[in-house]
């Protein structure tokens, strides 16, 4: 977990992340600061990725649909919450290994602030590493309503303790 490192003389580095050992099933992770989506990141990211789909820009084309304002951009969305776990989630991880059944079942909007929380789902040693584990994490989105707006499934290939990049080099 995070923690500080003593590296004598008076001097100590931030460890960020956890090691494999430090997971363990049914224990939930509340990510926050939550992030205020604002116009300017929805529209940045869809034109970025090259999404032409103009309910995630175009104001007037999202007050004639169902919805009545634009949306914003639910690979943003997924995104953000993959961004928002990283410290808790994989940032000792040495890879992401997939996610699964994404979910998205309400809309997010600009002006909406975005909560996301990931629980521990399953674990497990890799067969072909010895030095690493398999986790596997559920993380739910929520707007400030406490309304799921998407969810996934993430596995990430997880470092033993003392195998972390950071454990091995001295920057």
């Not at 309400?106 to 040693?125: C, H, M, N, Q």
Request: proline letters at 3%; charged letters at 25%.
């Amino acid at each position: 977990m995070a923690g500080i490192k003593d590296l004598g003389d008076g001097r100590f580095r931030e460890s960020h992340g956890r090691y494999y050992e430090d997971f363990e099933v049914g224990h939930i992770y509340e990510h926050r600061p939550g992030r205020t989506i604002n116009e300017a990141d929805n529209t940045w990211f869809t034109l970025l990725t090259m999404n032409t789909h103009p309910l995630h820009f175009d104001e007037e084309y999202g007050k004639a649909t169902e919805f009545g304002k634009t949306l914003v951009n639910s690979t943003f969305t997924v995104a953000t919450m993959v961004g928002m776990s990283v410290s808790d989630v994989s940032q000792k991880a040495i890879a992401n290994l997939g996610w699964t059944d994404i979910v998205l079942p309400k809309p997010l909007f600009v002006g909406d602030t975005l909560y996301a929380e990931s629980e521990v789902i399953e674990k497990r040693l890799s067969k072909s590493r010895d030095n690493c584990g398999i986790v596997t994490v559920k993380t739910i989105g929520k707007n400030q309503k406490g309304e799921i707006v998407a969810s996934y499934l993430r596995s990430a290939l997880i470092p033993t303790r003392g195998h972390a990049v950071d454990d091995k080099i001295n920057y």
